[in-house]
């Protein structure tokens, strides 16, 4: 055996302490062609609006799951410019829940932010999610996207706070932001006119304790979470699979008795696989740097999808087509 000298940082040590909340990143990009063509832009958008709407002080950790080269090197430029803290790099794409676990086990803060690589953040959202976090007992998820619809496990968690806080806890149904409700629905793929019907039928409840106002439900694509909750919520099982989990761990989060809620307001927001012209014009309000363009994309139903019968063709062949393109199983 040998040994040449002793390692210099035996007797050293260092300054560094975790901030109390870490933002956590996920990104897979596997190329930058069809589907993914903006991909690249949306990230450096979404990143760039994370990182300056903190300003400092937040330690911020990005795990690349199996992404491209292009993608890989920008992400590596930004942890050697020092503008992100922590970069977890993986040879292959873990899955949704896969990379959760690794990512948010990683995480060295007590509380953990997390957000999808497509993800436009505001001016004052951590402080907004904290003051819910902070103020109502028993909450494992806080979102600022106060759009969508709330699980009958949600539902039923909020009913027992509420009945459990009779005479400290205000409720009453909070008007819907339609304009909030049509871009997340456009950003998701979604109908618009089919999700805001559908949404109607949602109950929509405000909360206020203790003088914080609070919307019932959370959405998964961007939450603020205490570690130690969100981890018990994972399925112990590894399943491989790429997409699917999340609605399970929404539901396993709500089993374990905690609350997901919403700001009220919209602090943040789902941008989709394309920069839109009304994304790219708030950016600019709010001095995000940003490149790339807004790409035309077509509005309504292309053509061929309004052959009768050529949906029931052609999206089974997109499906396939991804899988063999994309490598998945």
């Known amino acids: 055996m040998t040994r040449y000298g002793m390692n210099p940082a035996r007797s050293k040590s260092t300054a560094y302490r975790p901030s109390r909340v870490t933002a956590a990143v996920m990104s897979y990009i596997p190329n930058l062609e069809g589907y993914f063509s903006h991909r690249l ?7 760039e609006s994370l990182i300056v709407s903190l300003g400092g002080g937040t330690d911020i950790m990005v795990m690349n799951n199996g992404s491209c080269q292009e993608v890989r090197e920008y992400l ?14 993986s040879s292959r794409n873990l899955g949704v829940i896969g990379g959760f676990k690794i990512l948010f086990n990683a995480a060295p803060g007590e509380l953990i932010a997390y957000c999808d690589d ?10 907004a999610h904290l003051a819910i976090l902070d103020s109502y007992p028993d909450v494992g998820m806080v979102s600022g996207a106060p759009v969508g619809y709330s699980s009958e496990e949600a539902v039923t968690a909020v009913e027992e706070f509420i009945n459990k806080h009779q005479g400290e806890v205000g409720v009453r149904e909070k ?7 049509a871009s997340w629905a456009v950003s998701t793929g979604r109908s618009v006119q089919k999700h805001l019907a559908a949404v109607k039928e949602t109950p929509h409840r405000l909360l206020e304790y203790q003088g914080v106002e609070a919307v019932q439900s959370a959405k998964h694509f961007q939450f603020l979470t205490p570690k130690q909750v969100i981890c018990r919520a994972f399925d112990p099982e590894w399943s491989g699979s790429l997409m699917d989990g999340l609605v399970e761990l929404d539901q396993a989060v709500d ?12 602090y943040t927001r789902h941008i989709g696989n394309a920069l839109s012209a009304e994304i790219m014009e708030e ?3 709010l001095g995000y740097q940003t490149s790339g363009e807004v790409p ?7 053509w061929l999808l309004r052959i009768p019968g050529s949906g029931r063709i052609l999206w089974p ?8 393109l994309h490598k998945v199983k």
């Open 41 to 47: 832009d949306v990230l450096k958008l979404s990143l």
């Open 76 to 89: 590596d430029g930004q942890l050697e410019a020092g503008r992100i803290d922590y970069l977890i790099h």
């Open 118 to 127: 497509d993800v436009f953040y505001y001016p004052g959202w951590l402080e």
């Open 175 to 181: 008007a819907r932001q339609e304009a909030w409700e």
């Open 255 to 266: 089993r374990l008795g905690y609350l997901r809620l919403s700001t009220p307001e919209r």
């Open 283 to 285: 950016a600019d309000r």
């Open 296 to 302: 035309d994309i077509y509005e309504d139903e292309h």
């Open 317 to 324: 062949l997109y499906r396939w087509l991804f899988k063999v």
